[in-house]
């Protein structure tokens, strides 16, 4: 197994990218502390973990509060040791994105990530080795739409992580970025509700043809937490189906074929 014997924190991870990836560490070998603030979400995700013979627990905290995620990282030591892997997928709610509202795009998303970052530094430079994986976006490197702020956001995570790489890459802790295109997940069900060809018509976008599935961030998120990518720090991997190298939607020299 590729994480046997590792302890990972993930936020985020009672549905969508951190379900996925909590569901995948586990089913690796990794000890899972699954955070989420939704309370039903994240037993659904340990109910899921236990059904498949994994070893978790639910570490219910708000990112945006000190305290809370403190406990959480205390309560991820007691019961399994100190976490050498972080994944930081918790975002606000669609709502907000949409809305460009500075303070949850920026409390969840930024300062959320510092903080869990933050908390959990001082037991990776205790065990001299640590994996952080940030949760980026494609809206980090080009403009889609006008959710500017959560763009905005999700490019500061990248140079948090960059610079943070640089810092704590001599106790052995590695910082990477993942930037998933667009990712079908419980948050855009509502979208498809309303517009039932919204899904065909994102993916004519893609030179792959299809959108993407949590597990397609999951898999990424644990090459880059396993010792496969002991190389690695300070990247940014982009997940996103081609999006972000071939426009298709502009379609003046495009030939049929």
């Known amino acids: 197994m590729r994480l046997a014997n590792q302890i990972a924190i993930i936020t985020g991870a009672g549905s969508g990218i951190g379900r996925a990836t909590a569901l995948r560490f586990a089913a690796e070998g990794a000890r899972v502390a699954v955070n989420d603030i939704n309370d039903a979400g994240g037993r659904e995700t340990v109910r899921r973990i236990q059904a498949s013979g994994g070893e978790c627990f639910f570490a219910q905290a708000d990112v945006t509060r000190h305290e809370e995620v403190t406990k959480m990282v205390d309560a991820t030591v007691e019961a399994y040791g100190p976490p050498g892997i972080l994944v930081n997928v918790a975002i606000c709610s669609r709502e907000s994105i949409e809305e460009n509202a500075w303070t949850p795009n920026i409390e969840v998303g930024m300062h959320g990530t510092w903080r869990c970052m933050q908390v959990v530094l001082p037991n990776m430079k205790a065990r001299g080795s640590g994996s952080i994986v940030n949760i980026s976006s494609v809206n980090a490197l080009m403009g889609f739409g006008n959710t500017h702020v959560y763009s905005g956001v999700k490019a500061g995570i990248i140079g948090l992580s960059r ?95």
């Open 163 to 257: 610079s943070l790489a640089g810092e704590v890459g001599k106790h052995g802790i590695r910082v990477n970025c993942i930037c998933p295109g667009t990712i079908v997940t419980e948050i855009w069900q509502p979208l498809i509700e309303e517009d039932p060809n919204l899904v065909n018509r994102l993916k004519a976008l893609y030179p792959l043809g299809r959108l993407g599935r949590p597990e397609d961030v999951a898999n990424a998120a644990l090459f880059l937490a396993s010792d496969e990518s002991s190389f690695a720090t300070g990247a940014v991997f982009v997940i996103d189906g081609g999006l972000t190298a071939a426009q298709l939607g502009f379609p003046v020299f495009q030939e049929e074929s």
